[in-house]
C-alpha cells in the first residue's frame, strides 16, 4: 500500500501563494504518476495537475494553468504544487494521488478514478 501525506494547506489572502507537498516515504516515486486533486463543499473532486512517473510530462486543468506549477523531486520522494494567484474559488481540500507506471503508462490525466492511491488531504482557504 502506498502511503501518501500531504502538508502545506492553510489560509492565505486572495492574491497569495501557497505551495503542497505530497511525500510518498519508504517508496520510489519515480515509479508513480502523482496528481493533485481538490474537492470543495457540495462539489465533485477535480483535477488540478499532474506530473507522469519519471519526471516526464504534466498537465494541467484550465482553472490551474498560469497559476499553478507542479514539480517532483525523486530523491526526496515529494511532489509540490506550487500555487500562485489564489482566489476564493480556489477554496477547497486538496488531495495527492498516485498510480504506478504500468497502470498509467502515458500522459498523465486528471480523473479521480484512474488514481489508486490517496492522501488525506489538506486544506486550502482562499480568503480575505
Known amino acids: 500500500q502506498l502511503q501518501l501525506v500531504e502538508s502545506g494547506g492553510g489560509l492565505v489572502q486572495p492574491g497569495g501563494s501557497l505551495r503542497l507537498s505530497c511525500a510518498v516515504p519508504r517508496s520510489t516515486l519515480d515509479y508513480y504518476t502523482v496528481g493533485w486533486f481538490r474537492q470543495a463543499p457540495g462539489k465533485e473532486r477535480e483535477g488540478v495537475s499532474c506530473s507522469r512517473h519519471s519526471g516526464g510530462s504534466t498537465n494541467y486543468a484550465d482553472s490551474a494553468k498560469g497559476r499553478f506549477t507542479i514539480s517532483r523531486d525523486n530523491v526526496k520522494n515529494t511532489v509540490y504544487l506550487q500555487m500562485n494567484s489564489l482566489k476564493p474559488e480556489d477554496t477547497a481540500v486538496y488531495y495527492c494521488?498516485?498510480?504506478?507506471?504500468?497502470?498509467?503508462?502515458?500522459?498523465?490525466?486528471?480523473?479521480?478514478?484512474?488514481?489508486?492511491?490517496w492522501g488525506q488531504g489538506t486544506q486550502v482557504t482562499v480568503s480575505s
Open positions: 494521488a498516485a498510480v504506478h507506471k504500468y497502470v498509467m503508462s502515458g500522459v498523465c490525466v486528471l480523473v479521480p478514478p484512474q488514481y489508486a492511491y
